[in-house]
Each structure stands twice: as C-alpha cells, then as structure tokens.
C-alpha cells in the first residue's frame, strides 16, 4: 500500500505550474509546427487567441471535469463521485470504491484523448489559431492525470482508491474491499 497525500504542505505547486506552463508553450509550437506541415492557419490576434483560449478552456474545464464524472459513474457502477474541500484544495472524485488500474486509468485518461480528439476535429474543420491555445492549456491541465497514471503503472499498483486523505494504491486487492470491487 502507498499513500499519495495532495495536501498543500506535500505538494510544491509552484513547481507544478511552472512545469505545467512549460508544458503548454511547448504543445503551442509542436502544435503550430504540426498545423503548418498540413493547413493554413487563420491567425488572429494575440488578445483574440488569449481571450478566446481562455473562455474555450473554461468550456473545456467543464467538459472535462463532466467526462471524468460519467467515466467515474460508469466504472464505479453507478457511485456518485464526491467532492471536498480540504486545506486550501479542491479535492475530486473522492470514492469508498477501490479501482482496479485499468478502471482508474480510463477514468483519468478519457478526457484527455476525447476532448483532443475533438479539439482536432474542430480544427481540422476551422483551423483558428485559438484552438490551437484551447488544446495547449487542455494537455497542460491533463498533466496531474498523466502524473497519477504514470505513478499508477510505474509502481505496478493493482487497486486505487482515491480518498479524502489522498490517492492510496494496492499491489493487492484490498480484503476489506472483496465486495466493493467487481
């Protein structure tokens, strides 16, 4: 079992937007790279894809957050996920269910490849160049998803539960949980 505590003291979250505002300058150029090789872009102005990028991801947040719970729903076989707010941080999908890492990797992975793909599609149609900020912003929130993907498979894990105390992991199935899983 391993406990990942979110808690503000455990987390250096200055360090972790930094990376994630890394993250989203370098998907803008690959981004760009990318539309230059296959289509005309239509540039539009700094303020336009500014302000653009940013009320489309506050869409985009939501639509994200929407797929994480109906992904959740699905896999927890009807749960409702829940949500606290503890010590300065919004923690979500807080659940008395165990996940087995398949489960738990849909869950945080299906609204990256959705919404991207869609984002794609949406540009392969109009090719503005605030949608090429909407999708960069959207990668760079997705990182905390990659992060607990990446620390899930990297460890081997079998069973995640996440909690109010954080995310705790398994090699094995909990006893406690035989009749909360599958």
């Known amino acids: 079992m391993q406990k990942i505590d979110f808690s503000p003291n455990r987390i250096n979250l200055p360090k972790f937007m930094a990376t994630q ?13 990318w539309a230059f090789m296959f289509t005309t872009i239509h540039e539009q102005t700094f303020l336009a894809n ?15 957050e929407l797929i994480h719970r109906i992904s959740f729903f699905i896999c927890s076989k009807g749960e409702q996920p829940h949500f606290k707010y503890k010590k300065g941080f919004l923690l979500v999908h807080i659940s ?26 949406i540009f392969s149609i109009y090719t503005y160049s605030s949608i090429i900020i909407m999708l960069s912003i959207h990668i760079g929130y997705c990182l905390i998803d990659l992060y607990l993907v990446g620390i899930t498979f990297t460890n081997k894990f079998e069973y995640v539960h996440p909690s109010d105390e954080g995310l705790i992991m398994y090699h094995q199935r909990p006893i406690q949980a035989n009749d909360e899983l599958e």
């Open 21 to 33: 505002l890394v993250v989203i300058l370098f998907m803008i150029v690959f981004t760009y790279k």
């Open 50 to 64: 500014l302000l653009y990028g940013i009320l489309g991801f506050i869409v985009i947040l939501g639509l994200h």
């Open 96 to 121: 008395k269910k165990y996940f087995n890492k398949w489960q738990y990797c849909t869950i945080m992975l299906a609204p990256m490849f959705i919404l991207t793909g869609v984002l794609m599609f």
